[in-house]
């Protein structure tokens, strides 16, 4: 390896342990035995996982939340895969700029997104319910769905479906027994990136959400800005750890790479 190598490599490890130490530091306050958060603790113990799952209002708020990102993932599906299928597929007048209309999302901060949301939901009385949670996380996740499985059906070998058009069968079921099949890996990616978005999202939650609609990352903001113990910790952790499970079945069941279009 060469010098430049070497120093490219020494760059890389630091921005890793730059990106990873506040998870370290997280995953050790969630053991804390501490009455407030002490970095490093003073002792160890489960006691703060304990006193989560006695948390109403936190498990309350990780139900909803699990809810909202479920019907979320279908939603964006049902919209996403289609355009997808016609911006990869299709060949029209007005292709580019359809594309960069539904990708548009992206580009703006989610602070811009959530006042306009909630400038926009507010006459309609759609602010603080959870069709409203539901329309703000799919401007987010809908995108994603379009950017990805648009890659991943350009990746797909067209050979196929001509083989199967010539054989007599109408594009409908082409999409359905060729394509969609095909394009599995990318479908199974685009729901667990949804999940996770919706999930996760929190400034566009803390403009739309409502007493009666608040999502689990609302909740933790909301906790912390009165408490200074590691319960919020011992959240973190739990999530961590879905989420990683999340990851690794995706990638026992069809590979992160293969899933991404790569």
Avoid at 111 to 121: E, K, R
């Amino acid at each position: 390896m060469t010098g430049a190598g070497r120093m490219l490599s020494g760059f890389a490890a630091l921005v890793y342990v730059l990106i990873l130490a506040p998870i370290v530091v997280v995953v050790m306050l969630a053991f804390s035995a501490d009455n407030f958060i002490l970095f490093p603790p003073s002792g160890y113990s489960l006691r703060w996982f304990r006193q989560l799952a006695g948390n109403g209002p936190l498990l309350a708020a990780l139900w909803l939340s699990v809810q909202i990102a479920a019907v979320v993932t279908l939603c964006s599906l049902a919209i996403g895969v289609p355009a997808a299928l016609a911006l990869a597929k299709g060949r029209f007048r007005g292709k580019s700029a359809l594309t960069s209309f539904f990708l548009a999302p992206l580009l703006l901060p989610t602070l811009i997104t959530g006042l306009a949301l909630l400038l926009f939901f507010s006459p309609l009385k759609l602010a603080a319910t959870l069709p409203g949670l539901v329309l703000g996380h799919m401007t987010v996740t809908v995108p994603f769905v379009i950017r990805m499985m648009t890659t991943a059906l350009a990746n797909l070998p067209d050979d196929i479906e001509a083989a199967a058009a010539t054989l007599g069968a109408p594009p409908w079921r082409v999409v359905r027994r060729v394509t969609l099949p095909l394009a599995t890996p990318g479908l199974i990616a685009c729901a667990c990136l949804s999940f996770l978005l919706s999930f996760d999202e929190t400034v566009i939650s803390l403009f739309i959400a409502g007493p009666r609609a608040s999502t689990l990352p609302v909740e933790m903001v909301r906790y912390v800005e009165g408490r200074t113990d590691p319960l919020v910790a011992a959240l973190s952790v739990v999530l961590i750890v879905a989420t990683l499970a999340v990851v690794l079945v995706v990638e026992r069941l069809v590979g992160v790479a293969r899933a991404v279009g790569r």
